[in-house]
C-alpha cells in the first residue's frame, strides 16, 4: 500500500520561505513521477510543480507559471521524499498543498486525474 505524508506547512509572512516535505511509503518511490499541488479556500485543486522519475541522468522539473523562480522540487531516492522549497512567497500562495504520485508515469503530472495516490496535505498560510 502506497502512502504519502506532507509536513512543513505553517504560517508566515510574505517574503518568508517554507519547505515542504512528503514522505512515501510501499511501492517503488524511484519509478514514481511525483506532483504537487494546492487548493486555496473556495477554489479548484490547481497543479504546483512536477519532478520526474529518472531514467536517464537527471530528473525533469516543471512549474506553474506563478510559482516558477520563485519554487523548487527535488526528491531525496535515499529518504523516499520530495520536496517543495518555497521562497518569496505571497499571500495568494495560501492554500492546502497535496503530494501525489504516479507510479511508471513517463509525461508530465499535471491533472488530478493523472495522480494515482495523494497525501492528506499541508497547510501553508502567507499574511502580507
Known amino acids: 500500500q502506497v502512502q504519502l505524508v506532507e509536513s512543513g506547512g505553517g504560517l508566515v509572512q510574505a517574503g518568508d520561505s517554507l519547505r515542504l516535505s512528503c514522505v512515501v511509503s510501499g511501492g517503488t518511490f524511484s519509478r514514481y513521477a511525483m506532483g504537487w499541488f494546492r487548493q486555496a479556500p473556495g477554489k479548484e485543486r490547481e497543479f504546483v510543480a512536477h519532478?520526474?522519475?529518472?531514467?536517464?541522468?537527471?530528473?525533469?522539473?516543471y512549474y506553474a507559471d506563478d510559482v516558477k523562480g520563485r519554487f523548487t522540487v527535488s526528491r531525496d531516492l535515499a529518504k523516499n521524499t520530495v520536496y517543495l522549497q518555497m521562497n518569496s512567497l505571497k499571500p495568494e500562495d495560501t492554500a492546502v498543498y497535496y503530494c501525489a504520485a504516479a507510479p511508471g508515469r513517463i509525461g508530465l503530472l499535471l491533472r488530478e486525474s493523472e495522480a494515482d495516490y495523494w497525501g492528506q496535505g499541508t497547510q501553508v498560510t502567507v499574511s502580507s
Open positions: 519532478i520526474s522519475w529518472r531514467d536517464t541522468s537527471t530528473y525533469y522539473t
